[in-house]
């Protein structure tokens, strides 16, 4: 009996193994922690710490315009040896079509007048510094529209992302867009000539009413404009058990509760750090070999920055 | 089906002042087809008897004549021997074609399925009426009476078959056999000439003793199909119910205009009103079978010496009503008097408006004006405030729990319609329209599992991803709620084609809904 047992075990952790040396290697690459006010469910710590766990080859944290957490993710992930990558998510302000927006000049630097805003549609972003200079962009683009905004707001139009604006087409960033349930082609376009070589369309398939149909639409989507599929997770917590407090905050948020916050939430626990299997099984493989790439572009380390020291 | 028939070339007893040709209607009424094959009277002048002929035979005779011992398929010469006084009209088939079509605008106040059986036939499919006009015997007395009114004689027959009935009329039945065995049983005593087979295979049927088309039924079929060929043998199959039957229905022209030459001339205005008759019941029908309304219609009037008068109809709200048509007539007919004889009758529809859409109460016995609103009160009166709710749509992504039971007071003070969406249900998300199922079940029911795949009537085959829903720990362990659900929908197809919704939590497959 007992060497049966034994066999039986032996059996069973070498099929585990196999299965573990198949799968895909992955990188997250959007992500939030609680610095995203009631909208990230985890500590940066604890993500850095799940990531490691499911063996993900590097973590991304992408705040909704700010940074204020990633001094502690990129210790927590310097201790345990993951590649940590900083970064950003940011949407684009609603305009309106004539193309003459009012600045406010009261608020800070007014934005750069475009003449060539006639779509209207609004884009989430994520920008990822990909060296030392891709972070000080970063950091001027979330200046730049925090300043123009009262406080816990910001404000970023399609204008501040053109070359010839002082954050400046945010150069030696790489940029995700999240596109809407119903992208536009010239969205596409229009991203893929400001951003040549350096912007992907984040596909995020977190188990909805029809994931088939969304590939297929964002597929045709990548073939129309030629930008790359990166898979992508739109993490809000480290682990499913984190959904009731992600609930909870969303309620918050809308400052209402959770019996009525209806549709307002999410309808699943798939916001999280998933295992490779999982995600294995939900992307097609390129959109997963795309992170890895992301993950090797970017080579910015918060260790990078040395500020000059003052002696008494 | 039903077939109501009747019968051409049988003189009615009414003498009408006018005639036209002769058109038999075979009418389908109602959930069957029901043939009436309604021969057009032919008129004579009041003093003498008349006979319509056609190659020197007469076709139809009218009650006098045949008293007279006149009688159809008779030699004209025999016809004058016996009643000398005896008025002949040749036969005109373009007159008849042109009743028909009038008796077919006619007959589309009884179903909006009619078609003509030429050259003297109307079906009439009337299953789909017979609640409406209360059963077959009233419909069956309303087209009579219609078509006497006109001044049709009809053989009629009411049968499954629309051939079926239209052999029955044509044999002069006038029954109404609603189910298949009784029409089949009145069909196998029908003589074989009814049917007007080709000469060559009535001889043979002749030669063969074949008397009734029972006895074909009889026979063998292919030893028979071999012998007089295939198409009276379908013919059979058709009035007997074995092949469908569809028939062409009868397109309603898209202008009304429609005239009759009078046989006689007429030089009183009032004597008009009787011919105008038909063609005003011609318009109802029409409009009816359109389902519009006219606001104006003209009636031109040829005299002898070939100027018109016209006789313009204005009716002061659009109306449809051939009694309100008729009354209007009379009163313009009354003090109009005839230049000169009339030989030539037109009606036509000059201003038609598009019937005003009103739907009938679900609760037919609801006087009108009385709809769910007041249904609602009455229940709540009887039933208690709280008995009573509506549906409600909750925003809730467990299945279970999107919809919930609201107070119906909200109803009772606005339109019903307006109610739903209810607006104290959280706005529902425009973008949020995933595939549910029409039908939920009440509670989820476990599904066997067979090496790995559910099973409901048959492996089934997941023909979807799997959607994840994960909701509702705030109520978990509260009595009554679906509290905290945690599963993966599929829809899913089994091997009778059933679509259904089911999904899989930690513990087993479940059914939750079906599709179709």
């Known amino acids: ?312 | 089906m039903l077939s109501l028939e009747a019968l051409s070339l049988r003189p009615s007893p009414s003498t009408i002042d006018s005639t036209a040709g002769i058109g038999t209607t075979k009418a389908t009424v109602g959930a069957s087809a029901t043939e009436a094959k309604a021969g057009a009277n032919t008129i004579e002048p009041k003093a003498g008897t008349s006979a319509v002929v056609s190659r020197g035979r007469v076709l139809a005779c009218d009650r006098l004549a045949s008293e007279a011992g006149v009688s159809a398929g008779q030699k004209l010469s025999t016809a004058l021997g016996l009643q000398p006084g005896l008025a002949v009209f040749e036969r005109d088939a373009l007159r008849e074609s042109a009743a028909l079509m009038h008796l077919a605008c006619w007959a589309g106040r009884f179903t909006p399925t009619v078609s003509m059986s030429p050259p003297a036939g109307l079906l009439l499919e009337i299953g789909g009426c017979l609640r409406l006009f209360g059963g077959v015997a009233v419909i069956v007395e309303a087209v009579l009476n219609g078509c006497a009114e006109q001044g049709y004689s009809t053989g009629w027959a009411v049968a499954p078959s629309p051939l079926g009935a239209r052999w029955l009329a044509q044999a002069g039945a006038g029954d109404i056999h609603a189910e298949l065995p009784a029409m089949q049983s009145a069909l196998a005593v029908l003589p074989c000439c009814i049917p007007g087979w080709p000469g060559e295979v009535e001889d043979r049927l002749n030669a063969f003793g074949l008397k009734r088309l029972g006895d074909l039924r009889a026979l063998p079929g292919a030893s028979l199909r071999r012998r007089i060929g295939n198409g009276p043998l379908d013919d059979l199959a058709r009035a007997w119910g074995d092949f469908p039957d569809p028939q062409k229905p009868f397109i309603f022209p898209d202008s009304f205009a429609c005239d009759i030459e009078l046989p006689a001339r007429i030089e009183h205005a009032e004597a008009l009103a009787f011919v105008g008759q038909r063609l005003f019941a011609a318009l109802a029908g029409w409009l009816h079978g359109r389902q519009l309304l006219v606001r104006a219609c003209t009636l031109l009037m040829t005299h002898d010496d070939a100027t018109q008068t016209a006789l313009e109809l204005r009716f002061a709200e659009p109306a449809a009503d051939e009694g309100r048509f008729l009354r209007l007539l009379r009163e313009h007919l009354s003090r109009l008097t005839l230049a000169a004889p009339v030989e030539i009758l037109r009606l036509q529809a000059d201003e038609v408006v598009n019937k005003p859409g009103a739907s009938a109460p679900l609760f037919d016995q609801a006087p009108p004006g009385e709809g769910v609103p007041a249904c609602l009160e009455r229940l709540r009166a009887r039933l208690g405030e709280a008995a009573v709710q509506v549906l409600g749509q909750q925003a809730d992504y467990r299945p279970e729990c999107a919809t919930r039971s609201l107070d119906v007071a909200p109803t009772l003070t606005r339109n019903f319609a307006h109610f739903l969406p209810s607006t104290a249900v959280v706005a529902v998300n425009a973008a949020c329209k995933p595939q549910r199922p029409l039908w939920l079940l009440p509670k989820p029911q476990v599904l066997a599992e067979r090496s790995g795949t559910p099973q409901w009537h048959g492996p089934l085959k997941l023909l979807s991803g799997a959607e994840r829903l994960e909701s509702g720990w705030w109520d978990q362990g509260e009595k009554g709620m679906a509290g905290d659900v945690r599963r993966d929908y599929f829809v899913a197809c089994n091997p009778a084609g059933q679509w259904i919704w089911i999904f899989r939590d930690a513990d087993a497959w479940y059914l939750h809904g079906l599709f179709s």
């Open chain 1, 1 to 312: 009996m007992d060497l049966d047992f034994q066999g039986c075990r032996c059996l069973v952790s070498a099929w585990s193994v196999q299965l573990i040396m198949d799968l895909p290697d992955y990188a997250e690459v959007h992500c939030l922690s609680n610095f995203t006010f009631l909208r990230g469910a985890s500590h940066p710590e604890e993500l850095v710490k799940q990531a490691v766990a499911q063996g993900y080859t590097a973590l991304a944290l992408t705040d909704e315009c700010s940074l204020a957490g990633v001094v502690r993710a990129h210790l927590a992930a310097k201790a345990a040896g993951l590649k940590f990558i900083v970064g950003s998510e940011m949407t684009t302000a609603m305009e309106s079509t004539t193309g003459s927006r009012t600045i406010e000049s009261t608020a800070g630097p007014g934005p750069i007048n475009s003449t060539t805003a006639r779509t209207v549609n609004r884009l989430k972003l994520a920008f990822l510094a990909s060296n030392r200079h891709g972070y000080g962009n970063l950091s001027a683009l979330i200046t730049l529209a925090r300043r123009r905004a009262g406080k816990g707001e910001y404000t970023l139009y399609r204008g501040d992302l053109e070359s010839f604006a002082p954050s400046g087409g945010v150069p030696d960033c790489l940029v995700l867009w999240m596109p809407a349930e119903m992208p536009s082609v010239a969205d596409a376009v229009w991203l893929a000539e400001r951003f040549p070589g350096r912007v992907w369309i984040a596909v995020e398939l977190h188990a909805g009413p029809d994931d088939a149909t969304r590939l297929e639409v964002l597929q045709a989507l990548s073939e129309a404009s030629g930008l790359p599929l990166l898979a992508t997770g739109d993490v809000h917590m480290h682990a499913r058990a984190r959904r009731p407090l992600q609930d909870v905050l969303t309620a918050l948020r809308l400052k209402t509760t959770v019996f009525d916050a209806g549709y307002a939430l999410f309808p699943n626990g798939e916001r999280h750090l998933r295992t490779r299997l999982r995600l294995s099984r939900l992307y097609p493989p390129s959109s997963l070999a795309e992170t890895l790439k992301i993950a090797a572009r970017c080579q910015f380390s918060l260790d990078e920055p040395q500020y000059i020291r003052y002696n008494k």
